[in-house]
């Protein structure tokens, strides 16, 4: 299996700060990867699909990029709906596995 | 705008089994290159895929799971379930039905299963 890191695990901004969260895989996951906010009680919601692909509706601050084994999301101009939990998930072969997750929260 | 919901007890006895139903609306679980998938959350923590059926009818589960969980679909009401069988208390979550195209673009709002005697 291809298991998933992120870093940092969470991570202090401001309104308005660009933030980065970075995603790895284990192994060459091509550009297999999806990215996901949940806030508390909620489902995950996609934003990045294909590593680097806005889904409709989602605001074009968030960002992504990468290809093989290392991948970032990258949210500029952080507003005050952003502040939640963010999961990469790898989407090439089974099982299809989520990584640890990394908080975001208000500094 | 397709639209998905969970249902099913949210107790369930150590040793029996668990059983889910996702019912879609503004969708076809028999139509269409999507997967028709579980996801499943312990309480305060990640996300675990649990696994799909597609709209062929073909699955696909999460080893660690494998043995235990069957994922199927009725196309004639339009829902697609989860039986989990020999819950064991690591497998209070909740659970997440979703459809995955791009990503999963659609959830469920996602039902609490607690195992506990």
């Known amino acids: 299996d291809s298991q998933m890191t992120q870093s940092p695990s969470s991570v202090s901004a401001s309104v308005g700060d660009t933030v980065t969260i970075t995603c790895r895989a284990s192994?060459?996951?091509?550009?297999?990867l999806a990215w996901y906010q949940q806030k508390p009680g909620k489902a995950p919601k996609l934003l990045i699909y294909?590593?680097?692909s806005l889904q409709s509706g989602v605001p074009s601050r968030f960002s992504g990029s990468g290809s093989g084994t290392d991948f970032t999301l990258t949210i500029s101009s952080l507003q005050p709906e952003d502040f939640a939990t963010y999961y990469c998930?790898?989407?090439?072969?089974?099982?299809?596995?989520f990584g640890p997750g990394t908080r975001v929260d208000i500094k | 705008q397709v639209q998905l919901q969970e249902s099913g007890p949210g107790i369930v006895k150590p040793s029996e089994t668990l059983s889910l139903t996702c019912t879609v609306s503004?969708?076809?679980?028999?139509?269409?290159?999507?997967?028709w998938s579980w996801i499943r959350q312990p309480p305060g923590k990640g996300l675990e895929w649990v696994g799909y059926?597609?709209?062929?009818?073909?699955?696909n589960y999460n080893p660690s799971l494998k043995s235990r969980v069957t994922i199927s679909a009725d196309t004639s009401k339009n829902q697609f379930s989860l039986k989990l069988t020999s819950v064991i208390a690591a497998d209070t979550a909740v659970y997440y039905c979703?459809?995955?195209?791009?990503?999963?673009?659609?959830w469920g709002q996602g039902t609490l299963v607690t195992v506990s005697s």
């Open positions: 294909a590593a680097s």
């Open positions: 192994q060459d996951i091509n550009s297999w």
């Open positions: 979703a459809r995955d195209g791009h990503g999963y673009d659609s």
């Open positions: 503004g969708g076809s679980v028999g139509s269409g290159s999507y997967y």
């Open positions: 059926v597609y709209s062929s009818g073909s699955t």
């Open positions: 998930q790898r989407a090439n072969t089974f099982p299809f596995t």
